[in-house]
């Protein structure tokens, strides 16, 4: 494209999306019709995964193009270091103004405030760069003063916008997130948040904008309005991939232990719910299942207006249109709700890449299998807009898979991290008996095996081929001793590759600064 050409980028993020959950993957229930049209005019890449969870950590290894070994935003809450770059800094060096709508939940740099900063009692701050078109924190102030305004009533605010409708038809025997909550899917978070890029869409067809829109669904929690709730029989739904019992699965791990043993908390991950997670029956696995999968298809009807709208204003063929999400969402599988741990279900998520340009033509409607990672998304944006990714990112662009074909010597694995740490209330740490710093988790898989690297607990070793969901951990067993030794090296050798790089390909000569550019992979 030539300088003078209008280019347009929509960047898409839902919020706890599994990357199994789409209808062009032959999920058994889930439709999502509007991103399955995207995925036949684009690319979808189906061994897509997250770098670190929760969505915190995710996101700010998205939004920097760099692993969390490097910008050691730990937890939702653990200050990012200014010093980092990002994707709406970098784009603002090619003139536009990129405009958020969501979130991002970025916890700033407390060095740069006065301590009784505003700023530094959240960890929802918005990443340096981005211009506020909306931002829908935890409180959802825009939303709920939106509902109110419509004749809601919810004198709680937040706390009630969510609570289920009572005495709902059948919600006895269907489950207890089969009620939907109070407002219309009209009137929804989801709607509303589309409603408003409409409208800053509307007055900018004829200039470059850079939209950033994040969806909270299908985070919890699971209630989703009518016709949402009802539109997936729970019967017809899969049940988890899980262990005969709780205490049957947390032997497999003193971390997996812990970790199923904390969800026994009513209401720590679904608001409003009132029962036990680990003590619930068929029937309310299956609704929350099902009500998950409505959810997702409500997201997808929105993104489907969005979509829609950029045909009938003639943008679509100007727009690069990304979709993706932070991490995903264990629903269950092994006993875990949410996104903690070590298991793919939590890590592997959605990417669509929709690119204009006629050099795509060649790659449209194809599906990936190669592995690609979230800290990839950086640097393909600012290939597409023709601006140098900086030296942090550890990632590389997608564009030769967009364009149809293969980057030689691309990766052949997947790697995250997650750090369980509390530095507040240190509950893993008194239950493990471990300090903050070794509450980490390192993971490397390919398409054989995984391994798993506790700084302080036992590691992990799993053979997909013969156990893709990952219930015989082989890690002590003599006859796989050479490979639990080879993907430990491997993981070493990934970590020293890839530390921390913004300076290291800079040398200072007697003529000045020499810099060679390294291409990620």
Not at 41 to 67: D, I, K
Not at 292 to 314: A, E, H, N, P, W
Request: aromatic share 10%; with cysteine; charged share 25%.
């Amino acid at each position: 494209m030539s300088n003078s050409e209008i280019r347009k980028v929509l960047f898409i993020s839902a919020d706890q999306w599994r990357g199994d959950c789409l209808s062009a993957l032959r999920h058994p229930c889930v439709r999502t019709p509007h991103l399955d049209a995207l995925t036949a005019e684009g690319v979808l890449f189906r061994n897509h995964y997250c770098q670190a969870s929760p969505c915190g950590p995710a996101r700010t290894s998205m939004l920097t193009g760099t692993y969390m070994m490097n910008h050691r935003s730990l937890r939702n809450g653990t200050p990012l270091d200014s010093r980092f770059t990002n994707i709406a800094l970098e784009v603002r060096k090619a003139g536009y103004d990129p405009t958020l709508f969501g979130y991002t939940d970025t916890s700033p740099d407390p060095r740069r405030y006065a301590p009784d900063d505003p700023a530094l009692k959240t960890y929802e701050g918005v990443l340096p760069g981005m211009t506020v078109g909306l931002q829908l924190p935890d409180h959802m102030a825009a939303w709920v003063a939106d509902l109110r305004a419509k004749g809601y009533d919810l004198p709680g605010g937040r706390r009630d916008v969510y609570r289920p409708v009572a005495h709902y038809p059948d919600a006895e025997n269907r489950g207890h997130s089969f009620r939907p909550p109070i407002f219309t899917a009209a009137d929804s978070e989801t709607a509303f948040m589309a409603d408003t890029v409409l409208r800053y869409l509307s007055v900018r067809q004829q200039q470059n904008w850079f939209v950033h829109l994040v969806f909270l669904r299908p985070h919890p929690p699971i209630i989703a309005p009518e016709p949402y709730n009802f539109m997936y029989d729970a019967a017809a739904v899969p049940l988890p991939r899980r262990a005969a019992s709780p205490a049957a699965e947390g032997s497999q791990h003193p971390y997996l232990d812990h970790a199923l043993k904390a969800l026994a908390e009513i209401g720590a991950y679904n608001e409003h719910y009132p029962y036990n997670l680990l003590e619930i029956d068929e029937t309310e696995v299956r609704q929350l299942r099902a009500t998950y999968y409505g959810m997702i298809t409500q997201v997808d009807d929105q993104i489907g207006r969005i979509i829609d709208y950029l045909k009938r204003s003639g943008e679509y063929d100007q727009t690069l249109i990304v979709f993706t999400c932070d991490h995903a969402e264990m629903l269950g599988d092994h006993w875990m709700w949410g996104k903690a741990g070590y298991f793919d279900e939590a890590y592997h998520i959605p990417l669509i890449i929709r690119d204009p340009r006629a050099a795509a033509d060649r790659g449209r409607s194809r599906v990936v299998s190669e592995f690609t990672e979230a800290v990839d998304i950086m640097p393909t944006i600012l290939d597409w807009l023709d601006i140098e990714p900086p030296a942090q990112c550890n990632g590389a662009t997608l564009l030769p898979f967009v364009e149809g074909g293969t980057p030689t010597g691309w990766r052949d694995a997947v790697h995250w991290e997650y750090d369980f740490r509390d530095v507040v209330r240190q509950g893993p740490e008194h239950a493990l008996a471990i300090d903050s710093d070794q509450c980490t988790i390192n993971v490397i898989r390919d398409a054989r095996y995984k391994y798993v690297h506790f700084a302080a607990l036992p590691p992990l070793f799993f053979d997909l081929g013969r156990d893709p969901d990952q219930f015989h951990n082989l890690a002590g067993d003599p006859a796989y001793l050479p490979q639990v030794l080879a993907y430990s090296q491997k993981l070493l050798s990934w970590r020293m590759e890839h530390a921390e790089r913004s300076l290291t390909g800079m040398f200072l000569t007697d003529s000045g600064v020499f810099e060679r550019r390294r291409a990620g992979r």
